[in-house]
C-alpha cells in the first residue's frame, strides 16, 4: 500500500508547508493552516492539465496570425448584470459571483438560467438543495420552468460527462464549495478540493466553450472562502451585497477579463425576485423635503457610469477623552486624515467632537473623490449650517490643502445637471471647458476656497 502524502495547507491562501504551524508565513493569517491529504494517483487532475487555456494542442504563434474575430456575446437577460459582464456572457468564461447567505446569488441565477432557457440550451448543477426545492422556488418567482435542465450531483467528473451528452451553452455551479473531484482525498469544501474543483470546471467550460457561472461562499470577514488561487483562475469575480433589512442588492464586479472593473449594478428584491434598477441615483437621493446640515450629494464614479449618493455627516461635542470617529461607507483612517487637513489647511478643530459619517443607501465608497464632499458634510454640521439641495461636490483632497481633479469630471457634472442639481463645487482641474446649461460650476483649487464657496 503507498504511503500517503499529506501537506499542511493555509486556508486563506493557498500556502503550503510541510508541517503544522500556528501563523501563516505568506498571509500572516493564524490557526488558518490545515492538513490535507494529497493523491496518489498519476493520473490525478494536478497532472492532467492539457488545454487548461482551452488550447487542446501546442502550437507557437506571433501576435499578427492570431485571429482577432470578436467573441459572440450574448445578453444574460438582465442590463444590470451585463453591464457588470462587460456588455454580455463570453461563452468559454468562467464566472464567480458570491454574496452573504440570503444575498439572493441562486435566486439571480436561477432568474437567469430560466429565461436563457427559453432560446439556449441551459443546465443548473444544484449541490446544496433538492431538484424539489429549486422547482419550489422557481414557481414561487413565477418563472418559466418547462426548458430549463437541472441536475442535483456534487462529483466534477460526472457533471462534466452528462455536460458532454447534453452540451449546454450555458452552466450553473451552485455552489464550488460543495463540489468535489474523487482523486483527491480531503472533504469538499477544503483548499485542495476547492483548488482542483475550480480548475478542472474552467478547463472544461474553455474547452468546450460554455459559459459558466460558479457559486462562492463567503467567510465571517465577507471574503469568498477557499484559495486565493480561485479568484485568479476564474475570467470574471462579482459580489453580490446587501445589507439584510434593505430590499436593494448592488453586484460589483472585482475582476472582469471582457470588461471594467469596479462596475455595478443594483437590484431590489421583491417577493417575485431580483429586479433591475435602471436609474440607481434616483433611489440613493431619495432625501426628506426638508434639508438637515450635515447632508450632500456628491458623484462617483462605478465602472463606467456616474452614480449620485448623498452622504451625511454629524458632528457633536464628546462627553469622552477620546472623541469616537466612525466611519459607514468609506473608509475610517481618510476621515481621520480628512481632520487633520481641516485643521491644518482650514482652521477648524474638532478634536473635543465626535464625528460620524454615512453613505446613505448602503454604498461602500472606495475612491478618493468622496474627500471635498465630506469635508463640506462635516463642516455644515460642525456650524450648523444647512447647505443647499441643489448642491453637489467632488474632489480628491490632498495633505497640503490642496483640491486635487478625479477622472471623469465633466461626465460627473452633467450626470448631476440631469437630476436638476444647480450649484457644483468641483475642482478646478474638472472645470469643463465649455459651460454645462443648468447648473453653475464653481472651480477651487484650495480647501480655504471650497470653504468660502459654500
Partial sequence: MA?????????????????WQGQCNDCQAWNTISEVVLSNDKHSPERNLKGYAGQTHAKVET????????????????????????????PGAAMLIGGSPGAGKSTLLLQVMCHLAQGRNTLYVTGEESLQQVAMRAQ????????????????????????????????????????????????PGSVSQVRESAAFLTRFAKQHHIAMFLVGHVTKEGNLAGPKVLEHCIDCSMMLEGESDSRYRTLRGNKNRFGAVNELGVFAMTDKGLKEVSNPSAIFLSREEQQSPGSIVMVVWEGTRPLLVEIQALVDY????????????????????????????????????????????GVRIAETSVDLALLLA?????????LSRELIAFGEVGL??????????????????????????????NKPKQPIAGIEIVAVSRLSEALEAL
Fill in 400 to 429: 497640503a490643502g490642496e483640491i486635487r481633479p478625479v477622472p471623469n469630471g465633466t461626465e460627473r457634472i452633467q450626470e448631476a445637471a440631469k437630476h436638476g442639481f444647480k450649484r457644483a463645487i468641483v475642482p478646478k482641474g
Fill in 140 to 187: 414561487r418567482l413565477g418563472l418559466p420552468t418547462s426548458k430549463l435542465k437541472v441536475l442535483a450531483e456534487t462529483n466534477v467528473e460526472t457533471i462534466c460527462e452528462l455536460a458532454l451528452v447534453h452540451k449546454p451553452d450555458i452552466m450553473v455551479i451552485d455552489s464550488i464549495q460543495v463540489m468535489h473531484v474523487s482523486d483527491i482525498q480531503s472533504a
Fill in 63 to 90: 501576435l499578427d496570425q492570431i485571429d482577432l474575430q470578436a467573441l459572440p456575446r450574448f445578453s444574460a437577460c438582465f442590463k444590470e448584470l451585463d453591464r457588470v459582464l462587460g456588455g454580455g456572457v463570453v
Fill in 318 to 361: 464628546s462627553q469622552m477623552a477620546n472623541p469616537k470617529r466612525i466611519a459607514v461607507g468609506t473608509e475610517a483612517n481618510r476621515l481621520a486624515m480628512l481632520l487633520a487637513v481641516l485643521h491644518r489647511h482650514g482652521n477648524v478643530q474638532m478634536n473635543d467632537q465626535d464625528v460620524f459619517v454615512n453613505v446613505v443607501g
Fill in 378 to 386: 462635516m463642516i455644515s454640521s460642525f456650524r450648523n449650517h444647512t
Fill in 3 to 19: 504511503k500517503r502524502k499529506i501537506a499542511f495547507v493555509c486556508t486563506d491562501c493557498g500556502a503550503e508547508f510541510p508541517r
